[in-house]
């Protein structure tokens, strides 16, 4: 069965950091790209991040550009979001996505896989 999981997610104070983790089992990921899409609750499902499949593109939401970073190992099947100087705003539960073929990143509807989600909730 093919499936992506999540993990890393947790408690932390505004300015801290963590790191999550999307893991494929069932498929390899050489050949997706990869979003990472959060949702507060509330909210709609928004992007955040993604990363073609060689990892030569990435692209970030505005909110968190110069703060998150998408890095991804093949060799591994994983894909990594290091996010940094975290917000109260950043509080939500995170997916990552992949998809063979798109053009629209932040387009949860071009996704084919996705994850459970992982809790990142921000605050002091």
């Known amino acids: 069965q093919s499936q992506l999981v999540e993990s890393g997610g947790g408690l932390v104070q505004p300015g801290g950091s963590l790191r999550l983790s999307c893991v494929a089992s069932?498929?390899?990921?050489?050949?997706?790209?990869i979003g990472w899409f959060r949702q507060a609750p509330g909210k709609e499902r928004e992007g955040v991040s993604y990363?073609?499949?060689?990892?030569?593109?990435?692209d970030y939401d505005d909110s968190v550009k110069g703060r998150f970073t998408i890095s991804r190992d093949n060799a591994k099947n994983t894909v990594y979001l290091q996010m940094n100087s975290l917000k109260p705003e950043d509080t939500g539960v995170y997916y990552c996505?992949?998809?063979?073929?798109?053009?629209?990143?932040?387009?949860?509807?071009?996704?084919?896989?996705w994850g459970q989600g992982t809790q990142v909730t921000v605050s002091s």
């Open positions: 990363i073609s499949r060689w990892g030569g593109n990435t």
């Open positions: 996505a992949a998809r063979l073929y798109g053009t629209i990143w932040y387009n949860f509807l071009e996704y084919d896989y």
């Open positions: 069932g498929f390899t990921l050489d050949y997706y790209g």
